[in-house]
C-alpha cells in the first residue's frame, strides 16, 4: 500500500483541488521535452513531485522545491 503523506509549501497546506482531501500518495514525475528526448537525453530533463490524491486520484504536480512532506499514520 502506497505510503499516505499531507504536504504543506511554508505555512500552506496543500489540500486537492477536486475533492478538498488533504491526504496523497507521493511521485517523482519527469518533465519530458521533445528536444531531450529526441537527443536521447530524456535522463536530464527536469522532474517534480507528483501527489496524486488518495480520494479522487487527482494528480498535481509541483516543481517547487520548498514542498515539505509529512507521513501520515495510519
Do not use: P
Amino acid at each position: 500500500m502506497a505510503k499516505r503523506v499531507r504536504a504543506a509549501i511554508e505555512d500552506t497546506w496543500i489540500r486537492c483541488l477536486i475533492c478538498q482531501s488533504d491526504e496523497f500518495r507521493r511521485r517523482e514525475v519527469k518533465l519530458n521535452s521533445f528536444g531531450l528526448e529526441f537527443l536521447k537525453l530524456a535522463w536530464a530533463d527536469e522532474s517534480a513531485t507528483g501527489l496524486i490524491c488518495l480520494e479522487c486520484g487527482y494528480v498535481h504536480l509541483f516543481v517547487n522545491r520548498k514542498i515539505r512532506l509529512y507521513r501520515v499514520r495510519q
